[in-house]
């Protein structure tokens, strides 16, 4: 299994309060992603980096932000968190981009997110 | 747009059986790749297996293989003698050029019986 971790696992907060999620490699891969899985929604991407401090939206980034500080770590902050933001977020890795059909991407274990 | 669409939400099969799970997908670009995903309770998302575009030949993974269509733009998964670990959430995904990333359909939850 690529080596990836998500912390924290398991996460309940208040409506109004920030929450900030990591996600932290061990692959020394370029391309780190975030998603959100919903019931009915799949997989939505909300934010997406593509090297040291290169970020870019994805599908679903509003009230959302990221950071990539150092390539093994990947944060995304929800700067006050909304009941429509409960949801299981997803971190993954890859080594190559999209668009040249070598984008395996590795999913870390995901973190179950309440807010109440 | 490019889109994936899996139209079974949910399907069921007796263990040793073998279940097929459609994906269809839309995209303008001759050359792309597609995806198979599973997701077991655990909610890891795991890799089962991969398509290029340009190869006719179907890929193939011990138990799972696809039927890729190309001109229907379908790309669906056979699992053949289905055991009870098989038993998770299935995504399908595309790879279109561009420069971005993957696009995932909604998913099949699929039930492995005794």
């Known amino acids: 299994d690529a080596g990836i971790t998500q912390s924290p696992r398991h996460k309940v907060t208040e409506t109004g309060t920030p929450v900030t999620l990591r996600c932290h490699q061990t692959?020394?891969?370029?391309?780190m992603y975030w998603y959100r899985q919903d019931p009915g929604h799949g997989l939505r991407l909300i934010h997406y980096?593509?090297?040291?401090?290169?970020?870019d939206k994805g599908e679903v980034s509003d009230g959302y932000s990221v950071s990539r500080s150092k390539t093994e770590d990947f944060l995304l902050t929800l700067e006050s968190a909304t009941s429509s933001q409960t949801s299981v977020y997803f971190c993954?890795?890859?080594?190559?981009?999209?668009?040249?059909?070598?984008?395996?991407?590795?999913f870390g274990p995901g973190t179950r997110l309440l807010v109440l | 747009a490019q889109t994936v669409t899996q139209s079974q939400p949910e399907m069921s099969v007796q263990e040793a059986e073998t279940v097929t799970l459609s994906c269809t997908y839309d995209t303008s670009e001759n050359n792309y790749y597609l995806f198979w995903y599973k997701q077991p309770p655990s909610r890891q998302m795991i890799l089962v297996i991969r398509?290029?575009?340009?190869?006719?030949q179907n890929a193939t993974e011990n138990r799972f293989s696809v039927n890729f269509q190309k001109a229907a733009k379908s790309f669906s998964l056979k699992i053949s003698d289905s055991q009870l670990g098989d038993t998770a959430m299935y995504f399908c995904?595309?790879?279109?050029?561009?420069?971005?990333?993957?696009?995932f359909g909604k998913g099949t939850r699929l039930s492995v019986i005794a």
């Open positions: 995904a595309l790879d279109h050029s561009g420069n971005t990333p993957l696009v």
């Open positions: 980096s593509y090297g040291v401090k290169d970020t």
């Open positions: 692959e020394n891969h370029r391309y």
């Open positions: 993954a890795i890859s080594d190559h981009p999209g668009g040249r059909g070598q984008e395996t991407q590795y």
């Open positions: 398509q290029e575009a340009y190869k006719q």
